[in-house]
């Protein structure tokens, strides 16, 4: 009777303590991430007129910029980079009124979460943590002397604060690459601080390390692009970066400078100008090679960690370098960092971010106390779990007639966010690849959400490819996830019949057409064009797969002996097994398993870079990569950037 009572007692003491905990909770106010009305800050159009000695100078948006700044909303960091051009290389072009604004604003921002303030800016993702890093520098380089307001230090403490930043995202993307592999939304707020950083810092070792990560960077965007179309397999791609280049290519400003390949009329103006106007980069002419041969090529990488290797790493924990990686995979509620992030959330009065204010459901002093929010997370597995962006291990096939890209084995049936697991680029116009839609079309955000319609998964397929084929099994489950708002049972592929020359459907086939190109592809069930449109094909079924194979004129003769072809080759199809058969080799996939090619197992787990450009191993010390007659010879450590020709 005694221990009864005992236990009553515990559990109305433990009711207590958890009610009192979530009314505090209630309590803390949501920070905005956005702005209640428009600002006119296109800073990046002063930059512009700046630097081509316009007459007319929009300074009004320069303004605009200040004042986004200053009201800490998402994305501050992104006005920041032209303007700290601006600051280095136009100051005697802004009248005093205007120095001063700019001079006021940087010095009053929040540079990093540990600083004072609460606010809606996203600090942690890899491409602003280089942003707001950089950012910080360079301002207290430049005021090295004052007092910034916001934290009552000087520039020359700032610059010390961040350099240490600095170096730690300069060496995590050597040793484990990009995190968000091949993004063409956000690699180019990697260029523009890496770019400022070049170019104005006085460090020796951040001036040549930047260089060093920014020939990577280009490494990347020449060989995972189709004639200037940076558009391939992605950790973080939305909706217009997957379906199109001439739309979703942020980097193309970047890519017809490097390369000369054109772009739309209009051009682009963004914070990719940082780059375009730099004086103190030269790109190496291997990697300008790279980028311009037309040679087929089969490039393997490897980039970023999964969750499972941080542990053996070091890398889980409060420290600056721990969290800056669980971070840059925007891994927040996973078991193995749950605990980690609601302690960092807490130590830095972080709950009232936008972005972080779901995390009240969880910081709660008796599952903080006990230890037990990552036996939670094991046991709910929250669909906030997608959110991470873990190891990809990536295969490209590029020719002279399209890039096909797959992310290997890339975690088949977890959630997904906004990873983009699988790319066909046809042209600058068109790039196709199949999804399991997170939402419906009636669900609110279904079209612009994260995941959502069109962008990232539900549920990531099993995906594999070998040359020119590729197959993707997806088992979608009967019912939602915890915290998931729909679950739908189908699937769809972007296939626009407008942009191609000719689409032919037939049953559980389709087939298209771009000029002296084809495309096959096979569905385990009936494929149709959801009504009242002419890109949305359809695949209905919780177990079904997806087989794209592509074809040319020159291999295959007509159209329509590729259409016999494709579907006079034997598929087999159960929920856990896929076999395809293509011009006499067997292709199976074991779902959760294994890849064979005609029994031989294939290994999908790459090096850093496995290509006929680089043979670089992860982790290594040094990295070499050559074209033709041209090689670059990179060392981190040692700051070496040589090239021979």
Not at 31 to 39: G, Y
Not at 98 to 109: C, D, I
Not at 207 to 231: N, P
Not at 373 to 393: K, W
Request: aromatic share 12%.
């Amino acid at each position: 009777m005694i221990i009864v009572l005992i236990m009553g007692i515990v559990l109305i003491l433990a009711g207590i303590w958890v009610y009192m905990d979530i009314q505090s909770n209630k309590q803390i106010k949501k920070q905005p991430s956005r702005p209640s009305e428009k600002i006119a800050d296109h800073v990046d159009q002063v930059l512009y007129a700046l630097e081509n000695n316009l007459d007319e100078v929009p300074f009004e948006q320069l303004a605009g910029a200040c004042d986004y700044i200053w009201g800490r909303y998402d994305c501050a960091d992104f006005r920041i980079m032209p303007v700290l051009r601006i600051l280095y290389v136009h100051a005697e072009r802004l009248d005093r009124d205007m120095y001063e604004r700019v001079k006021e604003t940087l010095l009053g921002f929040r540079y990093w979460m540990d600083q004072p303030g609460e606010d809606g800016m996203c600090f942690w993702s890899e491409n602003h943590q280089i942003l707001f890093a950089a950012a910080e520098y360079l301002v207290g380089q430049r005021y090295p002397e004052e007092t910034f307001s916001n934290t009552g230090k000087t520039g020359a403490e700032h610059m010390e604060i961040a350099r240490e930043r600095i170096l730690i995202w300069l060496r995590q993307r050597w040793l484990y690459g990009f995190t968000e592999w091949y993004s063409n939304v956000y690699y180019v707020e990697d260029v523009a601080p890496l770019a400022n950083l070049i170019e104005f810092s006085r460090d020796d070792e951040i001036v040549k390390k930047a260089a060093i990560i920014m020939d990577l960077l280009l490494y990347d965007v020449a060989t995972q692009s189709y004639r200037g179309t940076f558009v391939s397999t992605s950790g973080r791609a939305y909706e217009h970066n997957r379906k199109s280049g001439a739309a979703g290519n942020s980097m193309k400003a970047v890519i017809q400078h490097v390369w000369g390949f054109p772009v739309a009329p209009d051009g682009r103006i963004g914070m990719d100008l940082c780059f375009v106007y730099m004086n103190r980069y030269k790109v190496p002419e291997a990697l300008l090679n790279i980028g311009k041969d037309t040679e087929n090529a089969v490039i393997k990488a490897s980039n970023g960690l999964d969750l499972d290797e941080l542990k053996a790493k070091k890398l889980i924990g409060m420290n600056t370098h721990q969290i800056m990686m669980q971070w840059a995979m925007e891994a927040f509620s996973n078991h193995p960092v749950i605990d980690n992030t609601v302690r960092y959330i807490n130590a830095n009065n972080l709950l009232s971010n936008e972005f972080l204010n779901g995390f009240k459901m969880v910081n709660i002093g008796l599952l903080k106390r006990f230890h037990l929010l990552t036996l939670v997370s094991r046991l709910l597995d929250p669909v906030s779990n997608g959110a991470a962006i873990q190891r990809a291990n990536t295969y490209t096939c590029r020719t002279s007639d399209y890039l096909m890209a797959t992310a290997q084995h890339y975690h088949p049936g977890t959630y997904g966010d906004q990873q983009h697991i699988f790319s066909v680029t046809l042209s600058d116009q068109v790039s196709l690849f199949h999804s399991h839609p997170a939402k419906t079309l009636s669900d609110e955000g279904s079209l612009s959400g994260s995941p959502g319609y069109w962008v990232g998964y539900g549920r990531i397929p099993h995906s594999v490819q070998y040359g020119h084929i590729h197959m993707s099994i997806y088992r979608l489950p009967d019912k939602k996830g915890f915290l998931e708002k729909s679950l739908v049972h189908f699937t769809h592929a972007y296939l626009p019949s407008s942009k191609m020359d000719e689409v032919v459907l037939n049953d559980r086939y389709a087939f298209a057409r771009m000029k002296d190109v084809y495309v096959g592809i096979i569905g385990s069930g009936p494929l149709y064009y959801l009504e009242n449109t002419d890109d949305d094909l359809i695949q209905q079924g919780k177990d079904v797969f997806w087989i794209f194979e592509m074809g040319t004129k020159m291999k295959e003769g007509s159209f329509d002996n590729f259409i016999r072809r494709i579907q006079g080759q034997a598929t087999a199809f159960t929920k856990d097994r896929l076999v395809y058969e293509a011009e006499g080799v067997a292709y199976a996939l074991n779902y959760r398993g294994d890849f064979l090619i005609d029994k031989q197992l294939v290994n999908t787990s790459y090096m850093r870079h496995d290509a006929p450009y680089a043979q670089n191993a992860r982790e290594t010390e040094s990295m070499q990569f050559f074209c033709g007659e041209t090689s670059l010879y990179l060392h981190f450590d040692q700051m070496i950037r040589e090239e021979k020709m």
